[in-house]
C-alpha cells in the first residue's frame, strides 16, 4: 500500500472538481478508477469496515461535479454492488469492489462505442457539421466520419478555447474544418446542415446541460431550419433523487478581464437547453427523437 | 500645407478600414474629419481642382468599411453639397467644404443626442439590461440611466474584448454591471428584462447588421421573451444603391488559435440579425417598431 493513499486518492478527486477540459463520460470513468483504487487501498481491517469505507468514497465521487450526472449515475450504480461483496473476505471483496469498477468502466465504453454507431448513422449525410465545445462523445462520433468528406465548424468556446483541441483533433486525422468564434455560432449554423454536440447531464424533463453556449447553438440551429442532435449515453439522465442541479461557475481569472469596481465577472460553465429545441437524442440503444431526418 | 498631406490621409483612411474598436457612427465622424481636412490640405490650383480631388477622396471615405452604412451615407451626403461650392475662389470652397464637413459631424452629434433621448425613455424602467459588444450609441444611452439603479449585463466580444472597454465605463459612472463570455448570452438573456444593441448598419429589410454575436442574443431575448432594441441613427440605414453588402473578416491572428492543416480560422466581425427579431428601433426621431412594451 503507498504512504498516505487517501491524499492521493483525495488529490484526484479534488481534480475532477477542478478539471475544465475533460468532458462527462471521461470524468465519471475517472471516478470508477478511483473506486477500483479505493476498493484496493482503503484502510480496513474487516471487509465491513472497507465497504463503509468505500461507501464514504462513493458518495464523495457521486457529487463532485453537480452540473452532470454521469458520475453520479455510474458511481451509484457501483455503490448499489458492494452489499453483495459483504459475504466476502477481505481480499476477496476488495478484489471484487475493484473489478465491479472496472466492469462499470467498460460498460461505458461499451456505451459510447455502441451510441457513436447510431450518431455517425444518423449524421452520415451531412457535407456541413456545427458542434460546440470539446466532448469525448461527438470526438468518438466523428472518428467514425474521418474517412467522409464532412466539414465540421468548431467553435472555440470559451474561456478554456477547448475547441481549438477538437480541431487538433481534425486536423490530425485529416478532416476539414473550420474554427469560429463562440459569438459565429448564428451566422455558421447557417452553413451547416446539422448542429451535433454531447452533453453533460439531461434533466428529468429532457433538457439538455452542457457547455455555456449550447443553449445559442440550439436556438441558432432552429431558427436556420437545420436539426439540433444530442449525442450522449443514457447514464447521462439526471433522476429526481439526485441533489439539485447547479450551474457549476469556474475561476473568474480564466476570462482575464480587469478587476473594475461594481462590475461581477460571471464565468458559469454550463446553460440549459429546453427538449423543445432538441431534434433527436442518440444514446446507446439507438435514436430518440421526434422530427428525426 | 504640411509636408506630404496624403501619406498622413492616407494613414488616417487606412486606420479607419483596420479600426476593430470603434463603432459605424464614430468612424463615419472620423470620415469626416479627414473630409474636412481634406478640403483644407489637398493640393489643388483651382476651385474646380479642388472639387474633383474631394470627390475622389470622398469615393475612398465612403467605401472604407463595408458592412458600415454611417459612413457612407455621411461622406455622400458632403459630397452633395460640394457641387454648390464650384462656384467659390478656391479659399472659399475650402472653407466652405470644410464647414460642410463640419456641420455633418454636428448633426451626427444632434442625431446620437436626440436617439439618445429616446432610446433611454423606451428603456427607463428596467432593473436589468443586456447589451453585446461596444456601442458608443449604447454608451450614450446608458450614460442617461447612470443616475438609476439600472444593472447592466455586458458580453465580453471577443475575439478583442472590447465588452471590457464598456464595463469600465460603466464602472466609473458608479453603474452596476456583470461581464460575461460571448457565449453565455443566452443564459443571461433569462436574466435581464430587455436587450440594447447598436448597429453597424440597418438593411434595406429592416435587418441588422452588428458586432457578431448579436443575432444569437436576439435569438436568446425572443425565447426568453424580453424584448430586443436597437438603438441607432437613421443614417445608418443601407439603401440600394450602396455596394453590396459584406460582412468584414479581420486578421485571424486576433483569436490566437493555433495554425493546423486543414483547419480555416474565420475571424467575421458581424452578423445579420433578422428584422421580425427586433422589437423596436430608437432612432433620432423616435421609436419606431410593433411591439413597443
Given at each position: 500500500?503507498?504512504?498516505?493513499?487517501?491524499?492521493?486518492?483525495?488529490?484526484?478527486?479534488?481534480?475532477?472538481?477542478?478539471?475544465?477540459?475533460?468532458?462527462?463520460?471521461?470524468?465519471a470513468?475517472?471516478?470508477?478508477?478511483?473506486?477500483?483504487?479505493c476498493?484496493?487501498?482503503?484502510?480496513?481491517?474487516?471487509?465491513?469496515?472497507?465497504?463503509?469505507g468505500l461507501?464514504?468514497?462513493?458518495?464523495?465521487?457521486?457529487?463532485?461535479?453537480?452540473?452532470m450526472?454521469?458520475?453520479?449515475?455510474?458511481?451509484?450504480?457501483?455503490?448499489d454492488r458492494?452489499?453483495?461483496?459483504?459475504?466476502?473476505?477481505?481480499?476477496?471483496?476488495?478484489?471484487?469492489?475493484?473489478?465491479?469498477?472496472?466492469?462499470?468502466?467498460e460498460?461505458?465504453?461499451?456505451?459510447?462505442?455502441?451510441?457513436?454507431?447510431?450518431?455517425?448513422?444518423?449524421?452520415a449525410n451531412?457535407q456541413?457539421?456545427?458542434?460546440?465545445?470539446?466532448?469525448?462523445?461527438?470526438?468518438?462520433?466523428?472518428?467514425?466520419?474521418?474517412?467522409?468528406?464532412?466539414?465540421?465548424?468548431?467553435?472555440?468556446?470559451?474561456?478554456?478555447?477547448?475547441?481549438?483541441?477538437?480541431?487538433?483533433?481534425?486536423s490530425e486525422?485529416?478532416?476539414?474544418?473550420?474554427?469560429?468564434?463562440?459569438?459565429?455560432?448564428g451566422?455558421?449554423a447557417?452553413?451547416?446542415?446539422?448542429?451535433?454536440?454531447?452533453?453533460?447531464?439531461l434533466?428529468?424533463?429532457?433538457?439538455?446541460?452542457?457547455?455555456?453556449?449550447?443553449?445559442?447553438?440550439?436556438l441558432?440551429?432552429?431558427?436556420?431550419?437545420?436539426?439540433?442532435?444530442?449525442?450522449?449515453?443514457?447514464f447521462?439522465?439526471?433522476?429526481?433523487?439526485?441533489?439539485?442541479?447547479?450551474?457549476?461557475?469556474?475561476?473568474i481569472?480564466?476570462?482575464?478581464a480587469?478587476?473594475?469596481p461594481?462590475?461581477?465577472?460571471?464565468?458559469?460553465?454550463f446553460?440549459?437547453?429546453?427538449?423543445?429545441?432538441?431534434?433527436?437524442?442518440?444514446?446507446?440503444?439507438g435514436?430518440?427523437?421526434?422530427d428525426?431526418?
Amino acid at each position: 500500500m503507498p504512504a498516505a493513499p487517501d491524499t492521493d486518492i483525495d488529490a484526484r478527486i479534488r481534480a475532477i472538481g477542478d478539471d475544465r477540459i475533460h468532458g462527462a463520460s471521461e470524468l465519471a470513468r475517472e471516478c470508477l478508477r478511483i473506486a477500483a483504487d479505493c476498493a484496493q487501498q482503503e484502510t480496513a481491517a474487516s471487509t465491513q469496515e472497507l465497504l463503509d469505507g468505500l461507501r464514504r468514497r462513493g458518495a464523495q465521487l457521486a457529487v463532485t461535479r453537480p452540473s452532470m450526472a454521469a458520475p453520479h449515475n455510474l458511481v451509484r450504480a457501483w455503490l448499489d454492488r458492494l452489499p453483495g461483496f459483504a459475504v466476502l473476505e477481505l481480499p476477496a471483496a476488495r478484489a471484487a469492489a475493484a473489478t465491479a469498477a472496472q466492469a462499470m468502466i467498460e460498460r461505458s465504453h461499451g456505451a459510447l462505442d455502441a451510441l457513436a454507431t447510431h450518431a455517425s448513422n444518423l449524421v452520415a449525410n451531412a457535407q456541413t457539421i456545427i458542434t460546440h465545445s470539446l466532448s469525448s462523445t461527438v470526438v468518438e462520433v466523428l472518428a467514425r466520419l474521418r474517412t467522409s468528406s464532412v466539414h465540421i465548424i468548431v467553435t472555440e468556446s470559451r474561456p478554456l478555447c477547448e475547441g481549438r483541441q477538437l480541431a487538433r483533433r481534425l486536423s490530425e486525422w485529416g478532416m476539414a474544418a473550420t474554427l469560429i468564434t463562440d459569438a459565429a455560432l448564428g451566422l455558421y449554423a447557417a452553413k451547416a446542415e446539422l448542429a451535433l454536440v454531447g452533453a453533460d447531464s439531461l434533466l428529468v424533463d429532457g433538457s439538455l446541460v452542457n457547455k455555456i453556449g449550447t443553449y445559442p447553438l440550439a436556438l441558432a440551429a432552429r431558427d436556420c431550419g437545420i436539426p439540433f442532435y444530442v449525442c450522449c449515453e443514457t447514464f447521462k439522465q439526471r433522476t429526481p433523487d439526485m441533489p439539485p442541479l447547479v450551474l457549476e461557475e469556474m475561476d473568474i481569472a480564466e476570462l482575464g478581464a480587469p478587476d473594475l469596481p461594481g462590475v461581477k465577472v460571471s464565468n458559469v460553465y454550463f446553460d440549459i437547453t429546453p427538449a423543445r429545441l432538441i431534434s433527436a437524442w442518440a444514446n446507446e440503444h439507438g435514436v430518440v427523437g421526434r422530427d428525426i431526418a
